[in-house]
Antibody, heavy 118, light 108 residues
Framework: QVQLVESGGGLVKPGGSLRLSCAAS????????MSWIRQAPGKGLEWVSY????????YYADSVKGRFTISRDNAKNSLYLQMNSLRAEDTAVYYC???????????WGQGTLVTVSS | SYVLTQPPSVSVAPGQTARITCGGN??????VHWYQQKPGQAPVLVVY???DRPSGIPERFSGSNSGNTATLTISRVEAGDEADYYC???????????FGGGTKLTVL
């Protein structure tokens, strides 16, 4: 069965960096687009970034462009999110999700909490 | 950027039909997807491409999309359907995945 397991969240000071990972299993990882989606405490879902199956196409939300970098390693069945220059408003649960070409995410991990606070 | 508008809350009695709307400019020209999220859990896809259901999702969940409004319909509502529901589209003009603000479904 499809499994997505995020890791790497934690407490970081404003201006700091963090790298999130997502380990995928139960499907051919290299065949699928992948996304990061976040949810601030008590708030709705916010799309963060998207990467094509080969990694050749990448998109970012305006709120993170220039600060976050999405990448993947198909040999390791892993997705990453490098987050730099973190701000308090980046505090959220970050979900890794498998995505398809028509733009929806059919499987989600359980999420990892990132807290940006001094 | 493209905006999706959902009512903050919808209430319905058990056994009745719940309709959750998602408004957007000419949304009928886009594929709309719906997610269910229960407290403390990750979202689950319940409808994709306007009206298709993933395997394992009950037939009670259905979707439609036309004009400026997409609708998620939940028939014969059960207590276990109480959750937040989000609509979502891919905005090809900005290459962004866009979510609605979410609707809290309360089963009375």
């Amino acid at each position: 069965q499809v499994q997505l397991v995020e890791s790497g969240g934690g407490l970081v000071k404003p201006g700091g960096s963090l790298r999130l990972s997502c380990a995928a299993s139960g499907f051919t990882f290299s065949d699928y687009y992948m996304s990061w989606i976040r949810q601030a405490p008590g708030k709705g879902l916010e799309w963060v970034s998207y990467i094509s199956s080969s990694g050749s196409t990448i998109y970012y939300a305006d709120s993170v462009k220039g600060r976050f970098t999405i990448s993947r390693d198909n040999a390791k069945n892993s997705l990453y999110l490098q987050m730099n220059s973190l701000r308090a408003e980046d505090t959220a649960v970050y979900y890794c999700a498998r995505s398809v070409s028509s733009g929806y995410s059919d499987y989600w991990g359980q999420g990892t909490l990132v807290t940006v606070s001094s | 950027s493209y905006v999706l508008t959902q009512p903050p809350s919808v209430s319905v009695a058990p056994g009745q039909t719940a309709r959750i709307t998602c408004g957007g400019n000419n949304i009928g020209s886009k594929s709309v997807h719906w997610y269910q999220q229960k407290p403390g859990q990750a979202p689950v896809l319940v409808v994709y491409d306007d009206s298709d259901r993933p395997s394992g999702i009950p037939e009670r969940f259905s979707g439609s999309n036309s004009g400026n409004t997409a609708t998620l319909t939940i028939s014969r509502v059960e207590a276990g359907d109480e959750a937040d529901y989000y609509c979502q589209v891919w905005d090809s003009s900005s290459d962004h995945q866009v979510f609605g603000g979410g609707t809290k479904l309360t089963v009375l």
